[in-house]
């Protein structure tokens, strides 16, 4: 099973063990009864989500074949609960193979979030400008890449100047609960785009792969929401019909950041 990510990635899987099946098995041997029937395999399933008994989710593993370029890899590797084997740039050559991003996806800086992009589609000319020029440097930096090798340099030092968006390949092989981890933070709004579209790709191989627990994940964590003790008696204010802006002026203290993160939340809400 693969999904084409990207202009040039790709996500395989490449072997799995265990479904939906061996998480009710594991969490029957603790609570010491067999399968039973479907709707009640998936209230089983829906229960150990909802209320983070997580291990039976460690009973399915996933053995993934990535290729991703290498920014999205230096996120992607600070996930340390998965068990990794990657392309070697000493031990073989780098192919000529570059992330160059579409255009509608080149954007302006965020001014509301430090780390993340503007919403605002950019001007063509500025996009194409700026695609052109990455294009260039990749050419010329693979041909000044391949010049040291065909002087005789080393691999490992050959490399050093090539540029964080060329692809590499590796596989990765993770359980479900920790799968389920890494997609919570990296299908989220705040990851890099990148990245998302990797997570993405992998939640499509899960939801055929394991529907039930996938759902559970959607609806007890994926969209799920949490609210701080602050929070909660801010939202209870609400829900006596005080006007959010008066109940931020009341004795509950949140900081700026916290009384935006409040705000999109509550939009978040009125818009369901
Ligand atoms: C939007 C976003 C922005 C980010 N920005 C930055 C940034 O600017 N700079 C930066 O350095 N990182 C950044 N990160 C990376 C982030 O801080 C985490 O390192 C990364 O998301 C992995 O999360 P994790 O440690 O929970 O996952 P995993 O490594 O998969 O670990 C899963 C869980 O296992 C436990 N665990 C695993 N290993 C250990 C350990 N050695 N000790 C204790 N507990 C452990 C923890 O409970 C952890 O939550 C960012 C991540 C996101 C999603």
């Known amino acids: 099973m693969e999904i084409k990510v990207l202009n040039k990635g790709f996500v395989r899987l490449v072997d799995i063990m265990g479904d939906d099946s061996a998480i009710v098995q594991a969490a029957r041997t603790s609570y010491g009864t067999g399968t039973k029937s479907y709707e009640e395999d998936k209230k089983l399933i829906r229960y150990l989500l909802r209320n983070k008994h997580t291990s039976p989710f460690e009973m399915v593993e996933l053995k993934f074949h ?36 579409e255009l509608e996806d080149v954007r302006n800086q965020s001014t509301t979030n430090k780390q993340g992009r503007s919403d605002t589609i950019l001007d063509s000319e500025i996009s194409s400008s700026f695609v052109e020029s990455v294009k260039n440097s990749q050419t010329d930096l693979y041909k000044e890449y391949k010049h040291y090798i065909d002087t005789g340099i080393a691999r490992e030092l050959s490399r050093i100047n090539l540029p964080l968006s060329i692809y590499t390949e590796w596989y990765w092989k993770i359980d479900l609960h920790n799968l389920f981890h890494f997609l919570k933070l990296r299908m989220d709004k705040h990851a890099q785009y990148e990245i998302r579209c990797y997570a993405e790709a992998i939640a499509e191989i899960l939801k055929e792969k394991v529907p039930i627990a996938y759902e559970a994940f959607e609806d007890y964590t994926l969209n799920s929401m949490y609210f701080s003790k602050n929070e909660q008696k801010l939202l209870s204010k609400l829900l006596n019909n005080i006007d959010i802006d008066d109940a931020l002026l009341s004795d509950v203290k949140l900081d700026k950041r916290e009384i935006t993160e409040f705000k999109d939340k509550i939009n978040l809400l009125k818009q369901k």
């Open 66 to 101: 990535i290729k991703l370029p290498i920014f999205v890899a230096r996120q992607w590797i600070r996930h340390r609960t998965a068990n990794v084997n990657e392309f070697s740039g000493r031990y073989s050559e780098m192919r000529d193979e570059f992330y160059i991003p």
